[in-house]
């Protein structure tokens, strides 16, 4: 929608009684806290905690190294030193050494790679360790290494390679990097998977089925037929054996609760309400929603293609809505639209808010180090592996690779 002086301005989808609140409306943060923070958290209506985050930060200088994703609140990225996805933060923590302390604004499976990466002088902290991830949390270590013994039982381990997507818990990544496996990102999920077929007939694909099946069937060629759902809630994932044997892909069923959320009903009616719009989605979307797509990429890769777009288009963006809410203020050529009329913020992320990010950077000063995320030598040796085998892996970006 156009203002007066001819600027493209972005509207907020309308909440509805089962969506998230509307971040700083009708708000309440006592629900919000998840975890109790030894002390006191400052009240969110504080008016100084703009200037009290400001200060902590001074204070730390460069002991302190502030990482805030893309998803995060405005309030919080207004403090972060690089923003990101996932990966490219932990690594840039990484390329950091001087920082004695990481602080990320993310989830705990970022904070846990961030603490795989770094070196062991450095403390990584997550101002909430509320701020989960409820995809990463689809796949328990119990549960996956009950898959394998299903798959061992049905004679397919063997030529199966596990692929776990980032967004999992380092106890996932160390799994994959003792069975052979890697890790994948949404950018480089095609080569990963392409690399894991070259080592065996199968795959076994964590935690994200969405991801899995996108890439396997419009990237690889693979057809759905190909692909199977492994259910942890079932007896032997609800497949029998010969299932297991015939499939080529093997999916866990998990999924992303935001990116879960898009319908092909939301692509027809943005069309109908946005002549000429472009419809771009993160791969985490279901397969019904990707195939109606115009364009499918990563979230860098839809920062990059929204940013080199002609001014005067129209965009539907099917990704998270602090993302786009930033896309559209960053691009006032465009017309950016969030891709369902309903609001749809990742309510784990949301938990680091600024309250806690004073929290943690005034305890940090006040020489308290608080939600220190570490991962265990042998899990941490292991998820590595995993991780190196990705970064190894031809047409993988190795710049920030850590030593």
Not at 60 to 70: A, E, K, S
Not at 161 to 170: G, H
Not at 207 to 226: E, I, K, M, W, Y
Not at 238 to 265: K, N, Y
Request: glycine share 8%; hydrophobic share 40%.
């Amino acid at each position: 929608m156009a203002d007066s002086a001819g600027t493209v301005a972005f509207v907020d989808p309308e909440p509805t009684p089962l969506a998230l609140l509307l971040l700083g409306h009708g708000s309440d943060p006592d629900s919000e806290r998840g975890v109790d923070c030894p002390g006191t958290l400052p009240a969110p209506s504080d008016p100084g905690l703009v200037e009290r985050a400001r200060a902590a930060k001074d204070a730390l200088g460069d002991r302190v190294f502030i990482l805030g994703h893309h998803y995060q609140r405005d309030e919080v990225i207004a403090f972060a030193d690089v923003t990101g996805d996932s990966f490219k933060l932990a690594q840039q923590a990484a390329a950091h050494p001087e920082a004695d302390y990481i602080v990320f604004c993310g989830v705990h499976f970022m904070a846990e790679s961030a603490d795989i990466l770094t070196s062991s002088s450095q403390q990584v902290v997550l101002p909430d360790l509320a701020a989960g991830c409820s995809m990463a949390d689809m796949a328990e270590i119990s549960q996956v290494e009950e898959c394998w013994r299903v798959l061992q039982e049905a004679g397919v381990a063997d030529v199966t390679v596990p692929i776990t997507y980032m967004n999992s818990t380092a106890a996932i990544k160390a799994f994959t990097g003792r069975h052979g496996g890697a890790v994948c990102t949404s950018s480089n999920a095609e080569r990963s998977l392409a690399w894991a077929f070259e080592q065996g007939e199968k795959v076994l694909f964590l935690p994200d089925q969405h991801l899995g099946r996108n890439t396997a069937v419009r990237d690889l060629g693979l057809s759905l037929d190909d692909c199977v759902v492994y259910n942890p809630n079932k007896p032997n994932g609800g497949l029998t054996a010969e299932q297991l044997r015939g499939a080529r892909m093997i999916l866990w069923r998990g999924h992303c609760s935001v990116h879960g959320r898009f319908t092909p009903d939301c692509v027809d009616e943005v069309r109908e309400r946005i002549p000429g719009v472009t419809v771009i989605v993160h791969p985490e979307c279901r397969y019904d929603v990707v195939e109606k797509a115009d364009v499918v990429g990563s979230t860098e890769k839809i920062i990059a293609t929204i940013s080199a777009a002609a001014p005067g288009t129209a965009w539907a963006v099917g990704t998270e809505l602090n993302l786009v809410k930033r896309l559209a203020l960053a691009n006032p050529d465009k017309e950016i639209a969030y891709l369902d009329r309903t609001v749809c913020y990742c309510s784990t992320m949301n938990r680091i808010d600024l309250p806690h990010l004073v929290w943690a950077l005034e305890s940090l000063v006040a020489g308290t180090v608080v939600n220190r995320i570490e991962v265990d030598p042998d899990t941490a040796h292991w998820a590595r592996v995993a991780l190196d085998r990705m970064l190894a892996l031809p047409g993988v970006s190795t710049a920030a690779k850590p030593d």
